[in-house]
């Protein structure tokens, strides 16, 4: 839904936002200490941009307490400043979005586990702010460098335009 939401302007329900919280909520108490910190991220996505600031506010302060460097796949530092800039870019703060990501942005390779296409997400979100920020020189270079890593990935490219 964030992917369709931000990258495709494509309109989703508030109620579903809600919904699919609630059943992030549920995980958390049920199985919390079985799931990966890509899980805590989305989780935290969810709760924040169905209006629960707090609790998303746990799940970054879950993901900073985890172990600095490789050992936390860098999460505690890059993934939750992520998060963070996400939750920026859900305020209509652009300018501390970028400032929080960007740092998160270059080291993303670092970040333990995920595909490569669960790591674009990030990407996309990134160039889609520096595009409502009108920084046309930056996304040119953001989508050259996707395009360099995923020569197949045009039509993605596409819709930036």
Same mark, same amino acid.
């Given at each position: 839904?964030?992917?369709? #939401?931000?990258?495709? &302007?494509?309109?989703?329900?508030?109620?579903?936002?809600?919904?699919?919280?609630?059943? #992030? #909520?549920? %995980?958390?108490?049920?199985?919390?200490?079985?799931?990966?910190?890509?899980? +805590?991220?989305?989780? /935290?996505?969810?709760?924040?941009?169905?209006?629960?600031?707090?609790?998303?506010?746990?799940?970054?302060?879950?993901?900073?307490?985890?172990?600095?460097?490789?050992? /936390?796949?860098?999460? !505690?530092? &890059?993934?939750?400043?992520?998060? $963070?800039? $996400?939750?920026?870019?859900?305020? /209509?703060?652009?300018?501390?979005?970028?400032? %929080?990501?960007?740092?998160?942005?270059? +080291?993303?390779? !670092? %970040?333990?586990?995920?595909?490569? $296409?669960?790591?674009?997400?990030?990407?996309?979100?990134?160039?889609?702010? +520096?595009?409502?920020?009108? &920084?046309?020189?930056?996304?040119? #270079?953001?989508?050259?460098?996707?395009?360099? /890593?995923?020569?197949?990935?045009?039509?993605? %490219?596409?819709?930036?335009?």
């Amino acid at each position: 839904m964030w992917r369709l #939401e931000v990258v495709r &302007h494509a309109p989703t329900d508030d109620l579903t936002w809600r919904d699919l919280a609630e059943q #992030e #909520e549920r %995980l958390l108490q049920q199985q919390a200490d079985y799931l990966t910190v890509w899980m +805590h991220h989305w989780i /935290g996505l969810a709760l924040a941009r169905a209006g629960d600031t707090a609790k998303a506010q746990q799940q970054m302060a879950w993901l900073r307490s985890l172990p600095e460097g490789k050992a /936390g796949g860098y999460w !505690a530092t &890059h993934g939750a400043d992520l998060l $963070e800039g $996400e939750m920026a870019f859900m305020r /209509g703060d652009l300018p501390t979005a970028v400032q %929080l990501m960007a740092p998160a942005i270059e +080291h993303l390779h !670092a %970040l333990g586990g995920g595909s490569r $296409e669960q790591k674009d997400i990030f990407h996309a979100v990134f160039t889609e702010i +520096h595009r409502r920020l009108e &920084h046309i020189d930056t996304v040119i #270079e953001l989508a050259q460098c996707r395009l360099l /890593g995923k020569p197949n990935h045009l039509q993605s %490219l596409a819709a930036l335009a």
